[in-house]
């Protein structure tokens, strides 16, 4: 039985409605890969693998591990399924071409590093092959070497450009369906499928570049994020969001709850992206789930 060379499934030709399937006999892609590939269309996929198998699986295999996530969605429920790996490891932030030119990379890296207890973090590109020379030294010591990391996180986009490869890349969830064994000049590497439990809302496509948003709040107007509103009697802050997400100012008068966030501090909104404090500020706000760090773009004496 082969295996679809972009997402990793079993191939099979009976049943339509099922993971795998091709009308052509011997295709070396799914159908759903091949309209993934060729026509950006995306065949809902319901057999996803949970969590927790992703990880027993990363854990049995025993072998190095590249963990892979981007700044907007860098935050505590996926950090923590990076140091629920048993394997050495490492942090790679990827996607840093749409990050802000003027976000110092060494800030981002000893930020990080502090912040989420990472022993070290690699930053990689695959539109400009930033970092790829200090991974392919990791996979060439190690000889054995595992992708893993939220889905969309770039993993299967790392391994095409690093080790000329074919897997298939989406902006949809869940492409990597299985784990997918390769080699590359005597290396062995598998790409995982993505974590895919930490997403509650919309993924976001990374097209342009993320240029913080600077906006000046006052009592009268509030600033909303989506749906979130959040209130404050004055203060500047710098929005760190995808180009999609809605951002607005206006008057509104409903009372929310307080959250108190100190100074140089991000308020992150999972999946989303994050706000940058740079004052000691109390704002009210219908966030529920959020977190509050210390600030991963600024400098911290
Ligand atoms: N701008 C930018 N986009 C990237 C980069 N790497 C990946 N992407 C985009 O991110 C999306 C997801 O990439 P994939 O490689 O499919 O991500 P994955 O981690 O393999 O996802 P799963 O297989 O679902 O776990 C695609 O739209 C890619 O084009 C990068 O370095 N820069
Ligand atoms: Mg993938």
Redesign the pocket.
């Known amino acids: 039985m082969s295996k679809c060379l972009g997402c990793g499934v079993t191939i099979q030709y009976e049943n339509k409605e099922q993971k795998g399937y091709s009308p052509k006999k011997d295709s070396k892609y799914c159908l759903r890969c091949f309209k993934m590939q060729n026509y950006h269309e995306n065949i809902k996929n319901e057999s996803v693998i949970s969590d927790q198998e992703i990880l027993n699986k990363i854990n049995r295999k025993k072998i190095f591990t590249f963990f892979?996530v981007d700044l907007l969605n860098l935050n505590n429920k996926v950090i923590s399924l990076y140091h629920k790996i048993n394997n050495n490891k490492i942090l790679i932030l990827?996607?840093i071409?749409?990050l802000p030119s003027n976000l110092p990379h060494d800030i981002l890296i000893h930020n990080i590093k502090k912040i989420y207890d990472i022993n070290d973090v690699i930053l990689?590109?695959?539109?400009n092959g930033v970092g790829q020379k200090e991974i392919l030294n990791i996979c060439q010591k190690e000889g054995k070497v595992l992708f893993a990391?939220p889905?969309?996180?770039?993993?299967?986009?790392?391994i095409n450009y690093l080790f000329n490869k074919e897997l298939t890349?989406?902006?949809y969830?869940?492409?990597?369906m299985e784990f997918i064994p390769l080699t590359y000049q005597g290396i062995k590497i598998y790409d995982a499928?993505?974590f895919n439990e930490m997403y509650p809302i919309k993924e976001y496509?990374?097209k342009k570049k993320v240029n913080p948003k600077v906006v000046m709040l006052t009592k009268e107007y509030s600033l909303y994020i989506n749906d979130y509103v959040i209130k404050t009697a004055k203060a500047s802050l710098s929005l760190y969001f995808h180009n999609e997400v809605k951002i607005k100012t206006k008057k509104d008068n409903t009372l929310y709850q307080k959250i108190d966030i100190p100074a140089k501090s991000d308020l992150v909104i999972p999946s989303l992206g994050f706000i940058y404090f740079k004052d000691k500020t109390s704002i009210t706000s219908n966030i529920v789930n959020y977190e509050i760090r210390e600030s991963v773009v600024c400098y911290h004496e």
């Open positions: 892979l990827t996607k071409d749409i990689f590109s695959k539109e990391g889905t969309s996180s770039g993993k299967s986009s790392l890349v989406s902006e969830q869940n492409t990597t499928p993505g496509i990374y």
